[in-house]
């Protein structure tokens, strides 16, 4: 089974019992305002209208308006571009705990969806798990195009547990700039081929 089909199914059924697939060490009343942060509001868009200055935070809600609007195949395949970059991200990360965001973006793209919704988005995964199939190659073919991700995942990093500290009884977060600090320099090219081909599984 694909990851990302497991990713869907594994979210889907959080979303459906209500629950969270997402770890609790970050405390709920202590969230960045970074955390998760959208920085441009995209709609229900094609996966060639996708640009690499777009994070999965981004892309997270351009997956929802198409499962709303009963897209589903455009759907995931913007979902599997997030994931991909999703992972890229988390291996960018200084402070691992930061790399939870991802499993707390994918609950939160799933859960205002019906059941009939849901049931869409899981039959798309089902056809899209076809390593041979079409439509997989052909949206790998369009990730490999995009390139690796061109921002700097600030929306991550101030999802960690270091993206705060305690002064006294008050609790200060780090700005932006301080919040780079925590994203590592990497060997683009090598962790974009394990991203997409190593992980996902994407043809060479």
């Known amino acids: 089974m694909s990851r990302v089909r497991i990713i869907i199914l594994t ?9 969270s ?12 305002p970074e955390n998760l942060k959208v920085t441009h509001r995209l709609g229900c868009i094609a ?3 996708v640009r ?8 997270s809600r351009a997956v929802t308006k198409c499962a709303e609007r009963g897209k589903f195949e455009q759907a995931i395949q913007l979902f599997f571009v997030y994931s991909v970059y999703g992972y890229y991200d988390q291996e960018r990360m200084v402070d691992t705990s930061a790399g939870n965001a991802i499993g707390a973006l994918n609950l939160k793209t799933f859960r205002t969806l019906s059941a009939g919704q849901r049931e869409g988005m899981a039959h798309a995964a089902q056809e899209f798990q076809d390593a041979s199939g079409a439509l997989f190659k052909g949206t790998c073919d369009l ?3 995009l390139g690796p991700p061109s921002y700097e995942p600030i929306y ?15 609790v200060e977060y780090l ?4 919040l780079s600090e925590l994203v590592k320099d990497v060997d683009a ?12 599984n994407c043809p060479r």
Do not use: C
């Open 11 to 19: 979210t889907l059924l959080a979303a459906s019992l209500g629950t």
């Open 189 to 200: 090219e090598r962790l974009w081929n394990e991203s997409l081909h190593e992980v996902n």
């Open 156 to 170: 991550m990093a101030a999802h960690g547990l270091k993206s705060f500290k305690i002064v006294g009884e008050k």
């Open 47 to 49: 996966l060639e209208k």
């Open 175 to 178: 700005t932006p700039s301080e």
């Open 143 to 145: 990730v490999e195009k």
């Open 21 to 32: 697939a997402v770890s609790q060490t970050q405390a709920t009343n202590l969230e960045h």
């Open 52 to 59: 690499n200055s777009y994070t999965p935070a981004d892309i």
